[in-house]
């Protein structure tokens, strides 16, 4: 009788990651190390954070990336709970996405929080160094 063993497992082979394209004619942000693109200038709520790693910018929404566990983290706007975020192009650590934040007065750097219209979990926080700002070409 044949035997259905499969045999050895086979050696972990790197995989290429489906990549979103932003629409064409917009100014898209992008990752600075791979270029794949990440939001829509749209998508920005603010340029105005600063986080432990310099100015970071925050999204409503962003493409092309990984999630890390969730975890509570002590930031300057107080205990929330966070994930990293990950390029699934190049795999760079990118900043990381909201998943809960503490409910109560906040300070003033972050008024978008307090508006329960504004949060979402999708809020990505972003440092600046990590993207890189273009227009992709019409036509």
């Known amino acids: 009788m044949p035997s259905c063993d499969p045999g050895p497992a086979p050696a972990c082979l790197p995989t290429k990651t489906f990549r979103s394209y932003l629409p064409r004619c917009h100014r898209t942000y992008s990752c600075v190390h791979c270029r794949a693109h990440l939001a829509k200038h749209d ?68 008024p978008w929080l307090s508006k329960p219209s504004v949060y979402t979990p999708s809020l990505c926080m972003v440092p600046r160094r990590s993207l890189e700002l273009g227009l992709s070409r019409c036509g």
């Open 43 to 110: 998508e920005l709520i603010s340029k105005s954070f600063q986080g432990s790693h310099g100015r970071a910018y925050l999204f409503n929404s962003v493409v092309n990336v990984g999630c890390g566990p969730a975890e509570q983290r002590l930031l300057l706007t107080g205990l929330h709970s966070v994930a990293d975020i990950f390029c699934e192009s190049c795999k760079t650590t990118l900043g990381w996405k909201y998943v809960s934040i503490r409910r109560g007065p906040l300070p003033r750097q972050s």
